[in-house]
């Protein structure tokens, strides 16, 4: 374990080499699983403000869930997550032919919002769990993630260097600069 700040990183991060293949996993991450993906509390507010712009990207039934249950919902612990379809999907998932990304994205990469997607979603397969003195930083190895794991090793490309955007939007790059400082 690394230990930067207020952070535990597992070993994983830095030895597991990983490359998102979505021609390969068709968004799966956004479709499969026992629970949305987690949000922070700010990011609902973000997400009630920002609705609007993300609808005409969503599907008729994310609108639907939604409207149905509000812009979260809650996990089996009680922390806050996206809303699920039918237990399945996320309410923000969109497709293109067989592939799920996230309508939040495609909102932003249209340059209509300036919120990329929830924290959780850039960050996966890292799963960041709070504790009282501490956040756990934590590979989540999932077996629809094999592609992913297969091409970073064909690639070479640890875990922490593919998300190195996510982790600094989270951490901060002074965070991130402690964290190649501690692997090399």
């Known amino acids: 374990m690394i230990v930067i700040d207020n952070t535990i990183v597992s070993e994983n991060i830095i030895k597991v080499n990983f490359c998102c293949d979505m021609k390969k996993c068709k968004?799966?991450?956004?479709?499969?699983?026992?629970?949305?993906?987690?949000?922070?509390?700010?990011?609902?507010?973000?997400?009630?403000?920002?609705?609007?712009?993300?609808?005409?990207?969503?599907?008729?039934?994310?609108?639907?869930?939604?409207?149905?249950?509000?812009?979260?919902?809650?996990?089996?612990?009680?922390?806050?997550?996206t809303p699920l379809i039918n237990n399945k999907e996320c309410a923000y998932a969109c497709f293109n032919s067989d592939e799920a990304g996230c309508a939040i994205e495609n909102a932003f990469n249209d340059g209509k919002i300036d919120f990329q997607k929830p924290v959780s979603c850039h960050l996966y397969p890292v799963r960041i769990t709070k504790y009282k003195d501490y956040d756990a930083v934590n590979y989540h190895e999932w077996i629809i993630c094999k592609?992913?794991?297969?091409?970073?090793?064909?690639?070479?490309?640890?875990?922490?260097?593919?998300?190195?955007?996510?982790?600094?939007r989270k951490f901060g790059k002074e965070w991130f600069n402690k964290l190649e400082k501690e692997i090399n």
């Open 27 to 81: 968004g799966a991450c956004c479709i499969e699983g026992d629970a949305g993906a987690p949000l922070e509390m700010e990011e609902i507010a973000i997400l009630e403000d920002i609705f609007e712009s993300i609808e005409p990207y969503m599907t008729k039934k994310g609108i639907e869930e939604i409207k149905k249950t509000g812009m979260f919902d809650y996990d089996s612990d009680g922390n806050f997550v």
């Open 147 to 168: 592609q992913g794991l297969r091409k970073g090793k064909k690639l070479n490309l640890p875990l922490y260097k593919f998300l190195k955007k996510p982790l600094i």
